[in-house]
């Protein structure tokens, strides 16, 4: 049984420097939602997609971040020009949205960014 | 301004005994709640969940009550083991797809 997969676990770069991060769902989950977590504050939701379309995207979401999952199984978060605030642990997680309203999120190990 | 409220950062609780993670929301709206635990350099694993339609959901050792009126809901660990240090979030989801966590409660289990 594999679970949420995430790529990099760790990225160290410099500021002004573009970054990418892969994830990998559940392969039947429908759903897969980015969050991005701080010291001591708990995941904040940043968007999310069902298949392929992008459905939400947080006010956190500036306009140097921008997702896809253009086959509607993996999804990438690319950071440009990055600054020393996008310094954060990005999670991941997918569910299977079905005729039941209630889903349960299944989360990722993780990409750690650390921005110089 | 915090929709799901985790109060105490942190909590100290003997192995054997009984550990209450406490959570409270302010959003009418959320219909399902969720606890998370997390390790350290971990992603967060789902642990339990319950409907708001229900008071109570017990799974093993960990046991989750809601109390509707309130806006607030507890998680019991019984009885509480070493493997259960590490940091719990409670999590509300209303029907717009988001869940909301809170800040997180520390968790340690003393021998």
């Known amino acids: 049984d594999t679970g949420v997969s995430q790529d990099p676990r760790h990225k160290i770069t410099k500021r002004g420097q573009n970054v990418t991060f892969r994830c990998d769902p559940i392969s039947e989950h429908n759903r897969l939602y980015w969050y991005r977590q701080t010291l001591g504050q708990g995941p904040e939701f940043l968007t999310y997609f069902q298949n392929e379309a992008q459905l939400e995207k947080s006010r956190l979401l500036s306009d140097r971040f921008s997702a896809e999952r253009p086959k509607g199984s993996f999804s990438t978060l690319e950071i440009q020009r990055t600054e020393q605030g996008d310094s954060a642990m990005y999670l991941c997680?997918?569910?299977?949205?079905?005729?039941?309203?209630?889903?349960?999120?299944?989360f990722g190990p993780g990409t750690r960014l650390l921005v110089l | 301004d915090q929709q799901v409220k985790q109060n105490s950062p942190s909590l100290s609780v003997q192995e054997g005994r009984i550990s209450i993670l406490n959570c409270d929301y302010t959003?009418?709206?959320?219909?399902?709640f969720l606890w998370y635990k997390k390790y350290p350099a971990e992603g967060p694993t789902f642990l339990i969940s319950i409907s708001s339609i229900k008071d109570k959901n017990e799974d093993g050792r960990f046991t989750v009550f809601l109390n509707k009126s309130a806006k607030h809901l507890s998680l019991h660990i019984v009885p509480s083991q070493p493997g259960d240090s590490a940091v719990y979030f409670c999590a509300a989801n209303g029907r717009d797809d988001k869940i909301i966590f809170g800040k997180g409660t520390r968790l340690h289990i003393l021998p």
């Open positions: 959003n009418s709206m959320f219909d399902y």
């Open positions: 997680a997918s569910s299977l949205m079905g005729l039941a309203a209630q889903e349960t999120q299944y």
